[in-house]
């Protein structure tokens, strides 16, 4: 069973920074499209960045030049560096990704979330 734990939430003030990771693990054999997506109080999941496995990129556009996404293959595990942290980025952070294991079938996961919130 793919399981993706997410790390590096917290409490920041405005124009702040931090680290997330989400480390994947549970027999996976290809790991491909991997992504932060974001809840806001009585808001919708968004999009915040993604990452394929070569390493291209896709933001949101209330994130480009301030959040960095990025991954390590060889631990399964994808980042976010959030810079400028704005009190609007406060949200249950979620990790996705696309991931395949023994039956080679690639499926959609979740993390369970991590919580940032950026005081004014």
């Known amino acids: 069973q793919v399981q993706l734990v997410e790390s590096g939430g917290g409490l920041v003030q405005a124009e702040g920074s931090l680290r997330l990771s989400c480390a994947a693990s549970g027999g996976i054999i290809q790991l491909n499209l991997m992504g932060w997506y974001r809840q806001a109080p009585e808001k919708q999941r968004e999009l915040v960045a993604t990452i394929s496995s070569g390493g291209r990129t896709n933001y949101a556009d209330s994130v480009k030049g301030r959040f960095t996404i990025s991954r390590d293959n060889a631990k399964n595990t994808v980042f976010l560096q959030m810079n400028s942290l704005k009190p609007e980025d406060t949200a249950v952070y979620f990790c996705?990704?696309?991931?395949?294991?023994?039956?080679?079938?690639?499926?959609?996961?979740w993390g369970k979330g991590t919580l940032v919130t950026v005081s004014s």
């Open positions: 996705n990704a696309h991931a395949a294991t023994s039956d080679r079938v690639l499926r959609n996961y």
